[in-house]
């Protein structure tokens, strides 16, 4: 899986397997960095984040995001599918990789890429849910030795609700909100689209 080590995505697949999922986001990420012994595992477990239940809040979850769910196993395995945000974290922790001076990605990479996500993902969604600040890992990481980057973290944007949204509006109203730079989520239930949008425009951040 890109470039990051084989036990690391090892775990990442097992974790997607275990739940039965067909494809492969930041969550299962995470899973796999706070089963990791390394010295990120360690940061994440010191700050109150554990396996088991960060794994049964996901298995929680309605049933829409489980999509075409499998009966979790250990040992069945079939292809994964790997998530278009997971791609992308990937590629911000090469990026993290290169700008600290690391040939390879280290898990740390990895987590320093979720940690600076500018949009609220499932896996951040699930930090929040349990109390956990983003300051406060990276505190434990900075503890630990961990190589930090020199930019302040990213101000997470405050999320409308979710309106729902006609077929023939929902095409031409998401090209006017990448036009006007806007950050948005999308949702689809039961024949219904929704969209949520970001509070503040994203050029508004860049301006802080």
């Known amino acids: 899986m ?23 986001g930041p969550e299962h990420l995470l899973l ?22 960060l794994r049964r809040d996901i298995d929680a979850f309605p049933a829409r995001y489980h999509g075409s769910r499998r009966a979790g196993s250990d ?27 690391s040939a390879k990605i280290l898990e740390a990479h990895l ?13 951040m969604s699930l930090l929040k849910q349990r109390g956990i600040a983003r300051e406060r890992i990276l505190e434990e990481l900075g503890r630990r030795g961990v190589r930090l980057p020199d930019v302040p973290l990213p101000r997470l944007p405050a999320w409308g609700p979710f309106t729902p949204v006609s077929e023939d509006e929902y095409i031409p109203l998401l090209g006017n909100l990448r036009r006007a730079g806007r950050l948005y989520r999308t949702a689809f239930r039961e024949g219904q689209h929704y969209v949520s949008i970001a509070q503040a425009p994203q050029h508004a951040e860049a301006r802080r």
Request: net charge negative; glycine share 8%.
């Open 32 to 53: 796999a960095l706070v089963a990791s012994p390394s010295i990120c595992g360690d940061a994440l477990r010191a700050c109150g984040i554990e396996y088991e239940q």
């Open 75 to 101: 040992t069945e395995r079939w292809p994964l599918w790997i998530w278009p945000p997971a791609q992308q974290l990937i590629a911000r922790a090469e990026g993290i990789a290169v700008g600290l001076g």
């Open 2 to 24: 890109g470039y990051l080590t084989n036990s690391t995505s090892q775990r990442a697949y097992e974790a997607a397997w275990s739940l039965g999922h067909d494809w492969l």
């Open 111 to 123: 987590l320093l890429a979720l940690l600076w996500e500018r949009q609220t993902c499932v896996a």
